[in-house]
């Protein structure tokens, strides 16, 4: 069984900052990427960045500059550093982390439950 649990939500002012944090554990062989998607009501979910084991990045436009993947291999904890908050940054974010199984050998996507980020103007 493998879990993601986020944490570090909540609610913060426009231009605030909040940090995200997800742990990964259970029984995981290896953690491939690792990475944030969030969902605004009515809305689909969409990337907001990811890291790869070597440490690769990738974000989308909406967030370039302002927030800030980063992982500790050593925690299988991946963290979303977000500054500069906008309202249209509200949404439930969710963890999400590409994981080999220990007992399977089995590479599959896991998510996190999410975690509520309001942003108020």
């Known amino acids: 069984q493998v879990q993601l649990v986020e944490s570090g939500g909540g609610l913060v002012q426009a231009g605030g900052s909040l940090r995200l944090s997800c742990a990964a554990s259970g029984s995981i062989a290896s953690i491939n990427t690792m990475g944030w998607y969030r969902q605004a009501p009515g809305k689909q979910r969409e990337l907001v960045g990811v890291i790869t084991s070597g440490g690769s990045t990738n974000y989308a436009d909406s967030v370039k500059g302002r927030f800030t993947v980063s992982r500790d291999n050593a925690k299988n904890t991946v963290y979303l550093q977000m500054n500069s908050l906008k309202p249209e940054d509200t949404a439930v974010y969710y963890c999400?982390?590409?994981?080999?199984?220990?007992?399977?050998?089995?590479?599959?996507?896991?998510w996190g439950p999410g975690t509520q980020v309001t942003v108020s103007s």
């Open positions: 999400n982390a590409l994981i080999r199984n220990l007992r399977s050998s089995y590479v599959n996507y896991y």
